[in-house]
């Protein structure tokens, strides 16, 4: 059916609309910095207050999103987002910007897990990887056109009027969310392809899914590339400022243009997981691959010049943002029958302490050692020891299945 495209255009563009916002702090990071006389610890702190709710947040939505229409969930979410940012415009501060952007992430908890399940829910297996990787191109969108706008917006207007400007596109995305997303018509069979179980099972017994070895991998490696992609937002304008001496205007273009390679990351990567033999998984660890390769970059003198580092960027962009495509596909087929908004809810959840950590905890590393190597030499053995860990458990059920294969009949 084509209103399944339809459905998918909307949940993306709701996606990117209410993250438009958070996703161009880092862009507007030289700005903010003079005009809030910020340090780098301070503006990464911005990044994980809109992120701080949502460690709760997810794991109420997605138990609402298994009770109630996705509609008016992700619907009132975004109009949440959209008046937190109306009403910060007026903050006096750091202070309330930072209480403003709590109120943000309440908002903005129903619309990362509510979007994807919408998508799960008019897609099948063959093409479900394609839609929920378009999906989640949302996020880096959305960073793209904000990349773009808002440092304009910061520069000419001053900084509380990207609020307005966040807060108004946020409205909009509610609007045509609610007014066009439906539930399939006849209820699609849920990823595993199992019957539908009760919605009203107690909490207790669905967190008995963290035991599941899929639900590992996916938590380290959510946990890590999070954690990659924070680093990616929060430190790609001030490192080629102060590190390749681009100016401020043309680092921030880069950072557009590292939005952009996530956004075909996403899409690429989640169609590529489709058609891979080895399953979706195997395209996360490729991502990983490629994150450590680009983070050595970094840490040699290569990374100086304005030239490596930024096709070091936009790789970092491709594969360190577009990594989210599979992972949110093979997520939600790994979810127990009738439990796919709880678990996107609960794994969205856990990689939040990530979220919330990392922005902050990179920019203190980059503050006390003056430098960004020590920033991206704790991204690259993190990435390096969940890869060695997830692969080797990834891979033990194919040699099982091998060995029994081999083995004779009993």
Known sequence: MTYRWIILGVATFTQAASGFFVQGIGAMGVHLERDLDLSTAQLGLLVSASQLV?????????????????????GLGACVVAVSLGVGSMAPGYLSLLVVLLMVGAGYSTVQ?????????????????????????????GGVFAAAALPLVAAALGWRATLVAGGLVALVGAVAFM??????????APPGGE???SAAERPGTRLRMLRDPRMTRILLSGTCLVSVHSGIGVLTVLYLHEVTSLGAGSAALVYVAVQGAGVAGRVCLAAWS?????????????????????????????????????????WLGFFGIGWYGPWVAYLAESAPSGKTGFALGLAMAVT????????????????????FTAAWAVLCGMTAVVLAVTAREAQRPVLEKCWKSLAPDQ
């Open 195 to 197: 019957p539908r179980e």
């Open 274 to 314: 489709d058609r891979l033999g080895a399953g979706r998984y195997a395209s996360v660890m490729a991502c990983m691959v490629a994150v450590i390769a680009a983070m050595v970059v970094l840490m040699t003198p290569l990374g100086r010049s304005p030239e490596v580092a930024c096709l070091t960027f936009a």
């Open 179 to 188: 007014g066009v997303y439906r539930r399939p018509p006849v209820p699609a």
């Open 352 to 371: 939040q302490i990530a979220v919330i950590v990392a922005p902050p905890a990179l920019g203190f590393l980059k503050d006390v050692t003056h430098g």
């Open 54 to 74: 949502p460690l709760v947040g997810l794991l109420v939505a997605g138990e609402l999103l298994d009770r109630y229409d996705e509609r008016w969930v992700v």
């Open 113 to 141: 897990p509510g979007g994807s399940k919408s998508v799960a829910s008019w897609f099948d297996a063959s093409q479900r990887g394609l839609a929920m990787g378009i999906r989640q191109a949302g996020v880096p969108l």
